[in-house]
């Protein structure tokens, strides 16, 4: 069963920096990709970052470059959203993301809950 649980949001004050975390199970496929997506309220969800499953062809939206960092671990589980110098525009829900890139499945979306980032002084 494939899952996908966010972690990390919360309060910031403008300037500030948060790191979010997504773990992924159940993922045993070669190629996909996975990232962070944000939708800020009255807003449509919006791509922000995402990284292959090579640990590869990393991507970030114009609004985060310079400021936002995504990693992955070695064992390919975990995902890191590293956020800094962030601003009120970044206040949104972000939510973690897998698409799968090949095989059968090829364009089927995975996502989380989705965790909450706040930026406000």
């Known amino acids: 069963q494939y899952r996908l649980v966010e972690s990390g949001g919360g309060l910031v004050q403008p300037g500030g920096s948060l790191r979010l975390s997504c773990a992924a199970s159940?993922?045993?496929?070669?190629?996909?990709?996975i990232g962070w997506f944000r939708q800020a309220p009255g807003k449509e969800r919006e791509g922000v970052s995402c990284?292959?499953?090579?640990?590869?062809?990393?991507n970030y939206a114009d609004s985060v470059k310079g400021r936002f960092t995504i990693s992955m671990n070695d064992a390919k589980d975990t995902v890191e959203l590293k956020m800094m110098s962030l601003r009120a525009e970044d206040t949104a829900v972000y939510y973690c993301?897998?698409?799968?890139?090949?095989?059968?499945?090829?364009?089927?979306?995975?996502w989380g809950k989705g965790t909450l980032v706040t930026v406000s002084s």
């Open positions: 993301n897998v698409r799968i890139l090949g095989g059968p499945y090829y364009g089927m979306d995975f």
């Open positions: 990284i292959g499953s090579s640990g590869g062809d990393i």
């Open positions: 159940g993922f045993t496929l070669d190629y996909y990709a």
